[in-house]
C-alpha cells in the first residue's frame, strides 16, 4: 500500500515521491503532502507514516537534491520559485487540485511558499520546526561541512539538534547516516541560499488554516521568528513543546502527529470524525 515512483520536472530533474494509503476503500480520503527537512528524505517521516497513512492519502517528497532525486548540477539556478514548482508539479501530474500540506524543517520553507504563491491548492499548512526562512547565522556552518564533511559537523553540533536526555544513541546515529548520504557541496548549497531568504513580510498572504509547532528551545531557527508567524498568519494555531531544541519531528514524532490530527479535527471535522 506505499508506491514508490518518480517523475521528471520541467527543468529535467527527477523528483522521486512515495504514496501512503491506508485509508478505508470506500471513502474518498483527503490528501496530504510531507515535505522533509534540509539534509533528509522522505524515509524521515517513517514514524509519521502509520499514524496519519490510515486518515489521508499520503505523498512524500523527496526535495530535489535529495533522497532519491536527482542532485541539480551547481549551473542550475536554485530557488524557492523552482522548490515550489516541484510540488506544484507533482499535483498536476497526480491530478489533485488542492491538499493538505505538513512540513518539518526546510520542507516547511516550501510549505510556506507554497501556501502564499498558489492559495488556491494549499487547504491546510502544518509545520514543525519551520521559520520563514533559515537564520543568517547558519552561514558559519558552511565552512566546517566543507572541511570535516557532514557527519563530522553534524555529530559535533548534535546537542543543537537533539535533547540527548530523552533521544536514544540509536536515534542519533541513524540520523548521522541518513545525513551522511547527502551531497555535501548540494546541502553547502542549500543551506547558504535558504539562510539568505526571509519572507517574514509577506506572511499575511497565507490565508489557510496554519498550525505551527515550535521547539521551546530553538537552536538551529531564529526563535522570534515564530512570534512574528504567530502575529502575521491570519488563522494560526501554535504549539510549543517546551524546553526541546531543533529536531522535534525525529524526538517525538508521535506527538507531532497527535497535534496535527487534533488540528484537521478541530478545523475539518475530521479524520475519523464520522467513523462507526
Known sequence: MTEAATFTASDGETIAYYID????PWREAPVMFLLHSAM???ERFYSWVPGLARHFRLIRMD?????RSSVPDLSAPLTMDRLVDDVVELMALLRMEKAHVTANSAGGYVAQNLAMREPEKV?????????????????KWLPRIKK???RHFLADTIHMRFDLASTGPGMVEWFLDQTEQND???VVRFIGYAATQNWSDQLHRIRCPSLVILPGAETVGAAALYDTMRDRIPN???IAYEHMPHNIADMLPDRCVADIMAFH??????PGADRR
Open 21 to 24: 494509503d491506508f485509508t478505508d
Open 40 to 42: 533528509g528524505n522522505s
Open 63 to 67: 526535495l530535489r537534491g535529495h533522497g
Open 123 to 139: 487547504l491546510s499548512m502544518a509545520v514543525v520546526g519551520s521559520t520563514p526562512g533559515l537564520s543568517p547565522e547558519a552561514l
Open 148 to 150: 570535516e564533511g557532514l
Open 184 to 186: 555535501r557541496d548540494f
Open 236 to 238: 494560526v494555531r501554535m
Open 265 to 270: 479535527r478541530d478545523t475539518f471535522g475530521y
